[in-house]
């Protein structure tokens, strides 16, 4: 450092600037996630007429020790999330996108026979349209955190996501089902996370958002169905709807 004193005639001290060597250790042990004891020390080497009296030394020495005490009163620190990969988007999206032409198919199918229907002679017959089921992955998936069956905050907008097209279409139904990547885990540990996952999910929708049990089927393949060639990304609830 650079140290600059004022002199003092009348002491016979006079003006002085020097060049100061410090040298400083921090030290920080944590006791538990609250608590933390500090030691910092301090050595500074200044000449010896720094201070007006000459010693008959060249140098002089001056050391500091403080010793502290931290407590958090606030606990801080990050938790790590598991941010859906793109992929896994970009593959569910092509998959709703398949089941979307699946369906424009069937419905000019449908146009094309009704018109058929409309050009023939008009018999006194009862023609009885049967609907048929069809089931469609919704563009919402949930992803979980290896080995954990507990939701992130950051996968809430997906439940969201599908208990607003729930609330939306009242004639609509949906299967949750939940799913274990193969990698990771026993068969008998993976089927009862894959059950908790799509528990987890149930919940939200029943709990939160006030959709009826009756409305929900919930399954659970633990890791004998993998839906995604990548292991995270089988560490997921799907859902899959169904008009009725």
Excluded at 10 to 15: H, K, L, Q, S
Excluded at 51 to 65: L, R
Excluded at 106 to 121: G, I, N, V
């Amino acid at each position: 450092g650079y140290q600059h004193v004022f002199g003092k005639a009348e002491d016979g001290v006079g003006t002085q600037n020097s060049i100061i060597p410090r040298v400083g250790l921090q030290f920080d042990f944590r006791l538990n996630d609250d608590l933390s004891v500090n030691l910092e020390a301090i050595g500074n080497l200044m000449p010896d007429r720094f201070n007006g009296n000459e010693g008959g030394k060249k140098y002089d020495a001056a050391a500091n020790v403080m010793l502290g005490l931290t407590y958090r009163f606030n606990k801080g620190g990050f938790e790590l999330v598991d941010v859906a990969d793109p992929r896994l988007i970009a593959s569910l999206n092509d998959q709703i996108n398949q089941q979307r032409s699946q369906l424009s198919d069937k419905d000019r199918e449908l146009d094309r026979l009704r018109a058929e229907l409309a050009k023939k002679p008009t018999q006194p017959q009862v023609i009885k349209e049967v609907k048929e089921e069809t089931e469609v992955i919704l563009n919402a998936v949930v992803v979980f955190k290896i080995g954990s069956a507990k939701l992130q905050d950051n996968q809430e907008i997906n439940i969201y996501n599908a208990a607003k097209s729930l609330q939306d279409n009242p004639n609509v139904n949906i299967t949750v089902t939940g799913y274990a990547d193969k990698a990771t885990g026993t068969a008998a540990i993976n089927q009862r996370l894959s059950e908790q996952r799509a528990q987890a999910v149930f919940d939200v929708l029943t709990k939160k958002y006030g959709i009826a049990p009756s409305r929900i089927t919930t399954e659970a393949s633990g890791d004998r169905e993998q839906p995604f060639q990548i292991d995270a990304w089988n560490r997921v609830v799907i859902f899959r709807a169904k008009e009725i």
